[in-house]
């Protein structure tokens, strides 16, 4: 490029000059300006300019008339005839113009032009150098002419030679000349010298002298018509041939695989156009290319030819398949065999594989060995589970086959003892997948190789995907894998303990690149277990393209119809179910919306399709039974202390309505009434009370028992009935206060005692407080009197309304010695206006047989 600008600038230079000296002829009619010492100076130099016009011009003040000097359109000075110095010039050509100025108008008319061009001497060329292109071509030079002159430099090229050879060629602002002649080879030894002269204005200077001979400047053309042949069509052996010119000596060949970026180098000497290859590989594509020199020692190596691109031949593989296989039950009398292998390398290969051969064998002999051939890399048959079973793989190409890899065919997992320990895979977000394990403990020194097998994880497809896998040594406890491996796609990653023929693995799940899904499981069934008390969900997986990564686990959302509150979920672990899964969290008859959605390690998905749902079932018995059982305890606890079943039968008696009452049998209308005779009341001790009856006629009416009424105004205090013992052979039963009453009467007063004639209330007519057994009149065991018991009678009972007051009666202590008085309390809730006193008074006498008895008192 520098060169053309250079060649450019020799002749643009010439035609600017030409153009100037026109134009001055046609301007400078009016006048003229002188430059001095010169128009061409050194840089640094300063210059005289002068402008003067012609006489018929004349010049004159009075005319208003003026010359006035531009330097590169800049005005500079106000002529007035006399010489203007100019100092400060730069590099190149400056142009300095002379106008004159008349009139009042002061127009301005040019009057003469000149130019001054400020440059430097030329520097001495250097690094001269010669060559010549082929044995025929011709001589051409170069050189560095230094720095820019900035002025017209002439270049002379000159070339001495034997028998007073001269050459000599001219050129300006050049930096290389081709001569236009050849070195004759007659003279290989023969010396040269070669010269640069560089002139211009300013000065000149040569470049020192170049001696060379025909040897040391021609550079051999590049060979031609390459042809490339192996004998007997093997690679072993191969020829390359080429044409070169008659002098060349040496030659240098350079060849690579097709692809390769690195070449290899081989120089050969007197080849004379033909060299054996004995290195190549067989069926590889092949680069070649060629150079050529004319001396060991001196001249140039020709230019590389161009290059020849060919392949050898294909040859008998010799490299072993990789084989790897997966066993998969079918049912208990059938299993699937999917075998794997690895493309041999073209080196292994040695060819173009036309089809693989697979030979299956019992290994006991029974059966006769099945042959197949697939021009795939996997191959997949079922056979039974039993016995034992190997196969044999190799790989066939046009020249021969492989050497045969034999595999058993057993389970790889299941050995225990062999299995890696701690087996993870995570992403690094590059691509990149590392998979880690640790040895499988005591069995480590057993272990003679690990494998590393990854495959799509495609839980809803049923034809295996595409496998790999890749091969460790012991020592290592680590793999990173990058190849083929897909973004947004979940791996199953195995890693493989092998020792021998056992083998056990473990593994782990991983993606490259994730996602949050694109969408939702699709939940299509859920079915109640009645007796269980929950349901059974089931849902269709999402498919592979939308998982976008591994899928960690799936929720199972549930919110009750109409509900405003967040819906309640459940998280499943993708690998415990991956399509179903029981919920035992809803609740009876109660109308649920369920969906799912999943999650990646990217985060959630849309929600899948919604469903309804209401449970039929009973209640769980945990929710009925386990507070029933509580509230048992508590109260057993609570109840087997005496002194909180006396608190509790108080307040339950409190809290009885007065409108509740047991019916009392009519003594009258009963049937014992109806069986045993009417006879006379035996007469009774004192202080007590009780009905005898003596065994009569049944259809006899008993004759009534006359019962006084009793009014009383005191507050009841009751006391629990008990019997004291009775000297004697009798028991003494006591008896209620009432008028006729007038036994002990000094020493115990009757209640009755202050009771006025116009008491408001009338009480219960009975108060009977007696034995539950049988007393026989004392002095007369063989009596035909009975006492009859009064079981039929409420006991313990008051038959006294509750706001009435009657003084307590007086009876031996309990036993015990520990009965309390207990006050009534009346904490019923319910009204007392349902029953109240008998508003009927039937005189001093009342008979039973008119008498309809009720209870409106407590009883302790």
């Given amino acids: 490029m520098a060169r053309t600008i250079r060649g450019f600038s020799s002749v643009l230079v010439p035609l600017t000059t030409l153009l100037v000296v026109k134009a001055s002829m046609d301007v400078c009619k009016r006048g003229n300006v002188t430059i001095k010492p010169s128009r061409v100076v050194p840089l640094g130099s300063a210059v005289n300019i002068s402008c003067f016009l012609n006489s018929n011009e004349g010049y004159s003040r009075s005319n208003f008339q003026e010359l006035i000097l531009y330097q590169s359109g800049h005005r500079i000075k106000i002529q007035h005839g006399h010489p ?193 290859l004995l290195d190549l590989k067989p069926f590889t594509r092949y680069e070649f290319q060629i ?61 173009k594989i036309l089809h693989y051969g697979v030979t299956l064998q019992e290994e006991s002999g029974e059966e006769a060995p099945q042959e197949s051939t ?130 056990g693995c473990s593994s782990s799940r991983a993606d490259a690149k994730h996602k949050a899904p694109r969408r939702g499981p699709r939940i299509h069934s859920i079915t109640e277990e009645k007796e269980k008390g929950r349901v059974f969900i089931s849902w269709d997986g999402i498919p592979a393209g939308e998982q976008m990564g591994c899928i960690l686990q799936y929720r199972i959302y549930w919110q009750a119809q109409d509900s405003k509150s967040q819906p309640h979920f459940w998280e499943i672990p993708y690998r415990d179910s991956p399509n179903s899964h029981t919920l035992d969290s809803l609740q009876p008859r109660v109308t649920y919306l369920l969906w799912m959605t ?31 059982i509580c509230m048992a305890v508590l109260m057993v606890g609570i109840f087997s202390i005496r002194h909180f079943r006396q608190k509790a039968l108080v307040l339950l008696t409190a809290l009885r309505p007065r409108w509740y009452c047991r019916e009392i049998p009519d ?68 008896r209620p206060c009432t008028s006729d009453d007038g036994v002990d009467s000094a020493s115990s007063p009757s209640p009755l005692s202050g009771l006025p004639a116009d008491a408001g209330e009338l009480v219960d007519l009975y108060k009977v407080l007696g034995c539950r057994v049988p007393v026989s009149k004392p002095g007369n065991p063989t009596s035909p009197f009975t006492i009859l018991p009064v079981d039929y009678l409420p006991t313990q009972e008051s038959y006294l309304p509750s706001h009435t007051q009657c003084l307590p009666l007086h009876a031996a202590p309990t036993p015990d010695g520990l009965e309390e008085q207990v006050p009534q309390i009346s904490l019923s809730v319910f009204p007392s206006s349902s029953l109240q006193p008998l508003p009927i008074s039937y005189g001093e006498k009342l008979t039973l047989d008119q008498l309809r008895m009720g209870r409106d008192s407590l009883v302790l």
Avoid at 240 to 265: A, C, F, I
Avoid at 308 to 325: A, C, F, R, S
Avoid at 701 to 722: I, M
Avoid at 724 to 729: F, L
């Fill in 84 to 276: 203007l110095k100019v100092t400060g010039l730069s590099l190149g050509t400056t142009v300095f113009v002379c106008k004159l100025s008349r009139g009042k108008e002061r127009e301005e008319k040019q009057v003469c032009g000149a130019e001054v061009s400020v440059g430097v001497v030329p520097e001495q060329p250097r690094n001269l150098s010669c060559m010549q292109n082929g044995e025929r071509g011709s001589v051409a030079c170069t050189w560095d002419r230094g720095r820019n002159t900035h002025l017209i430099t002439k270049y002379t090229l000159q070339l001495n030679g034997p028998r007073n050879l001269t050459w000599q060629k001219q050129c300006n602002n050049c930096d290389h000349m081709d001569l236009g002649t050849n070195l004759p080879a007659e003279f290989p030894e023969s010396n040269y010298t070669a010269k640069v002269d560089a002139t211009n204005e300013l000065g000149n200077a040569s470049s020192l002298p170049l001696t060379f001979t025909f040897l040391d400047i021609v550079r051999p053309l590049p060979p031609w018509d390459l042809h490339f042949q192996c004998v007997n069509d093997s690679a072993s052996r191969c020829v390359l041939q080429w044409s070169d010119e008659g002098m060349v000596l040496l030659n240098r060949l350079r060849y690579r695989p097709h692809h390769s970026k690195s070449w290899t180098m081989i120089n050969a000497m007197n080849a004379k156009g033909r060299y054996d």
């Fill in 291 to 351: 150079s050529s020199k004319l001396h060991l020692y001196k001249g140039n190596w020709s230019n590389w030819n161009k290059t020849l691109t060919t392949q050898t031949p294909e040859e008998e593989p010799i490299g072993m398949l990789d084989v790897w296989h997966m066993k998969q039950d079918i049912d208990h009398k059938r299993q699937q065999i999917s075998l794997f292998w690895k493309n041999l390398s073209m080196a292994e290969a040695r060819g």
């Fill in 374 to 503: 697939t021009e795939h890399s996997s191959w997949s048959t079922i056979i039974p589970r039993t016995g034992h079973w190997a196969v044999t793989v190799s790989a066939k190409n046009s020249k021969g086959t492989s050497p045969p890899t034999r595999i058993p065919l057993t389970d790889l997992c299941a050995a225990e003892r062999l299995a890696p320990h701690q087996v993870t895979a995570h992403s690094e977000g590059t691509g990149t997948v590392v998979v880690t394990w640790a040895a499988p403990g005591s069995t480590a020194s057993a272990v003679q190789e690990y494998v590393v097998e990854w495959q799509e994880a495609h839980s809803m497809d049923r034809v295996p995907a595409p496998l790999d896998w890749l091969r460790s040594a012991p020592s290592k406890r680590s793999a990173r894998i990058s190849e083929s491996l897909k973004p947004y796609v979940c791996y199953e990653f195995r890693v493989h303990a092998l020792a021998g023929y056992q083998g």
């Fill in 598 to 628: 999943a999650l990646t390690a990217a985060g959630e998905s849309p929600q899948g399709n919604k469903m309804e749902f209401r449970l039929q079932g009973k209640a769980r018995w945990s929710v009925l039974v386990a507070p029933g």
């Fill in 667 to 734: 003594p009258a209308n009963s049937t014992w009434a109806k069986t045993y005779p009417t006879v006379e009341p035996l007469p009774l001790p004192s202080q007590e009370t009780t009905l005898l009856y003596t065994a009569g006629p049944p259809h006899e009416e008993p004759e009534p028992l006359v019962v006084s009424e009793v009014f009383c105004h005191t507050t009841l205090v009751f006391r629990h009935a008990h019997c004291p013992d009775v000297p004697g052979e009798g028991r003494e039963i006591p």
